[in-house]
């Protein structure tokens, strides 16, 4: 089955992150209403593993997966387990070749939250489930599969 087996979690969102993206809680800040505050996964380097909160599109609020949020939006997140598959955020790198085959492994990259495939991270949370052959022109969803680690 495909029914979510992860955690869902919401929350207010620092900056102006799009859906797909990893988002951490942001640290030394109080929840609002119960909820912690979530802003991009900035942890001091590429690949460092932490807790995988990626963030939602606003379907409630008739948005799409393309729509970015506004800092201090509602935010909603949702937190997979192993196996479970989303679409994410590449990001486009300037000046790499930026095709993607199926099991090509990501990492999280710092300061952006979106993934990036690079061998030098010790955590690669995602791989590929979906080909693209043409190189990336912008940050694009892509179809990935939560491996856990």
Not at 96 to 123: C, P
Not at 139 to 145: F, I, N, P, R, S
Request: aromatic residues 8%.
């Amino acid at each position: 089955e495909d029914r979510p087996k992860g955690v869902f979690l919401e929350g207010p969102i620092t900056g102006t992150p799009s859906p797909g993206t990893v988002m951490m809680l942001t640290a030394a800040t109080e929840p609002t209403l119960g909820r912690f505050n979530w802003s991009v996964y900035d942890v001091s380097s590429d690949g460092i593993p932490a807790i995988i909160a990626v963030l939602l599109e606003k379907e409630q609020e008739t948005k799409i997966a393309t729509d970015a949020y506004a800092s201090g939006d509602w935010g909603y997140l949702y937190c997979p387990i192993a196996g479970e598959k989303m679409n994410m955020l590449i990001q486009n790198p300037s000046g790499t070749a930026d095709s993607y085959a199926i099991g090509d492994a990501l990492m999280v990259d710092d300061g952006t939250g979106t993934l990036i495939k690079d061998s030098s991270g010790s955590s690669k949370p995602f791989v590929v489930i979906e080909t693209k052959a043409a190189f990336l022109t912008a940050d694009t969803l892509l179809g990935c599969m939560y491996t856990g680690h």
